[in-house]
């Protein structure tokens, strides 16, 4: 079975932002491999955390001067600068229980099977802020982590693209590709307009 790195989402308003990128993962400090850039293939850097579930994974199993998949979560403060969180590694021979024949892989064509592609980041929140003359659109995404520990999970993420003014405080599902440190909107779908009058 061919794990996908971005599961289906099990409830339509299910909030997210997650991504895939292949790259090789470069530390700030050989002692702490926890921070770092992750160097996608045209040697673009990210400045890049690993989350303690991958870190372990990351000692265990990655050699530093490969490339991976790495499974990610988006944050910025504008659109010029992307950080991520590492939270796995996309790697269906070695990671998971998946017939071993490395040598005739091609992950590109295994990601097509599962409609995804390197870059490509899904993202679904509340649209709460449209500038039509940058032509970006800030969308607000709640952590499912309702713990009193966690006062402010929600983040907010700017992307490049345009979406209608009409569509404000609506639920939208977008499709989303990493373009250098800028995340882009390539589709969209509205899933329920409106969220601040039912509340």
Do not use: C
């Not at 939270?87 to 990601?111: E, R, V």
């Not at 592609?117 to 709460?128: Q, T």
């Not at 032509?135 to 929600?154: Q, R």
């Amino acid at each position: 079975m061919l794990k996908n790195p971005i599961p289906k989402v099990t409830n339509q308003l299910q909030h997210r932002a997650i991504g895939i990128i292949n790259g090789k993962f470069s530390p700030h400090d050989s002692e702490q491999l926890n921070r770092g850039f992750l160097i996608d293939n045209k040697g673009e850097k990210i400045e890049t955390v690993v989350l303690g579930k991958a870190l372990s994974l990351l000692k265990k199993h990655i050699d530093l001067r490969e490339s991976y998949y790495w499974i990610v979560y988006p944050k910025n403060k504008n659109t010029q600068n992307l950080h991520l969180q590492v939270a796995g590694i996309w790697d269906p021979y070695q990671l998971n229980d998946f017939p071993n024949d490395s040598s005739k892989t091609n992950f590109s064509k295994l990601l097509e099977e599962l409609d995804l592609k390197d870059n490509y980041f899904s993202v679904r929140g509340e649209l709460v802020f449209v500038n039509t003359q940058k032509k970006e659109i800030v969308i607000k995404i709640n952590s499912a982590l309702k713990s009193k520990n966690f006062k402010n999970k929600n983040f907010k993420l700017v992307i490049k693209g345009e979406l209608s003014l009409e569509l404000l405080h609506s639920f939208v599902s977008l499709d989303i590709n990493r373009d250098g440190n800028s995340l882009k909107l390539i589709e969209y779908e509205v899933i329920e307009k409106n969220l601040s009058e039912k509340n």
